[in-house]
């Protein structure tokens, strides 16, 4: 069964800080990897991954994919207090009907 | 395009009520999906639909559960009866197709309570 787990569960810092985030995963015939940010509403889409080694960039957000280890980080560096959200990973398989199969999530909480 | 609409936003019912959700989707996407969100389990797929057709309702709980899309611009999520452990945050979700550059759009959610 495709499985998605998310590490921390939750995670309070400090702004400044650095924070990372962990997404391992188990999937039949892997196709890609997602990161979502969920505020109070909807979850928002952050990065795509599909392959191994390289870093997506979004300002002070960054990912990478391990496809050997299966496992992806997503680093938040300098974090301010609008970073306080949950964040979720999803991977999908090929062949999977482009359903999305999501984590816990991380819930991160920045502190002024 | 407005992205993903659902309403209502926010329903209360009692136990046994029928429930309905409604989701529209963005137009020309091909991919709709329902999820349900709780603190104990996070966010879990229900059922999706692949140009109106179900493609998988394995993670539907219960007969109590159905969801149709009679047409590209409509879906319905009904429980019925409800309970109160259906009592959760329900999204939708569409996507234009499978590929490199094609993330799911959440709709603003559902939230909704079973007294």
């Known amino acids: 069964e495709d499985k998605v787990v998310q590490s921390p569960l939750s995670l309070v810092v400090h702004e400044g800080d650095t924070v990372t985030l962990n997404c391992s995963y188990e999937?039949?015939?892997?196709?890609?990897l997602l990161w979502y940010k969920q505020e109070k509403k909807a979850p928002t889409f952050l990065f795509m991954l599909?392959?191994?080694?390289i870093e997506k960039k979004s300002g002070r957000l960054s990912s990478i994919l391990d496809k050997k280890e299966l496992f992806s980080i997503l680093n938040i560096t300098a974090t301010q207090t609008g970073d306080s959200a949950i964040y979720l990973c999803?991977?999908?398989?090929?062949?999977?009907?482009?359903?999305?199969?999501f984590g816990q999530g991380t819930e991160l909480s920045v502190k002024p | 395009d407005a992205g993903v609409i659902q309403s209502p936003r926010h329903e209360v019912t009692e136990m046994g009520q029928e429930v309905t959700l409604r989701c529209k989707p963005i137009?020309?996407?091909?991919?709709l999906f329902w999820y349900r969100q709780t603190m104990m389990r996070g966010l879990e797929l229900l059922i999706y639909?692949?140009?109106?057709?179900?493609?998988?309702d394995s993670g539907m709980p219960e007969d109590r559960f159905s969801a149709k899309m009679p047409n590209a611009s409509f879906s319905t999520l009904k429980i019925q009866p409800s309970e109160p452990r259906d009592s959760a945050v329900y999204f939708c979700?569409?996507?234009?197709?499978?590929?490199?550059?094609?993330?799911?759009?959440f709709g603003q959610g559902t939230r909704l309570t079973v007294v």
């Open positions: 137009s020309g996407h091909d991919y």
């Open positions: 599909t392959s191994s080694g």
């Open positions: 999937v039949t015939n892997f196709r890609s």
């Open positions: 999803a991977v999908e398989g090929l062949n999977q009907g482009g359903k999305l199969i």
């Open positions: 979700a569409s996507r234009p197709r499978q590929g490199i550059n094609t993330e799911a759009f």
């Open positions: 639909f692949n140009n109106n057709v179900p493609i998988d």
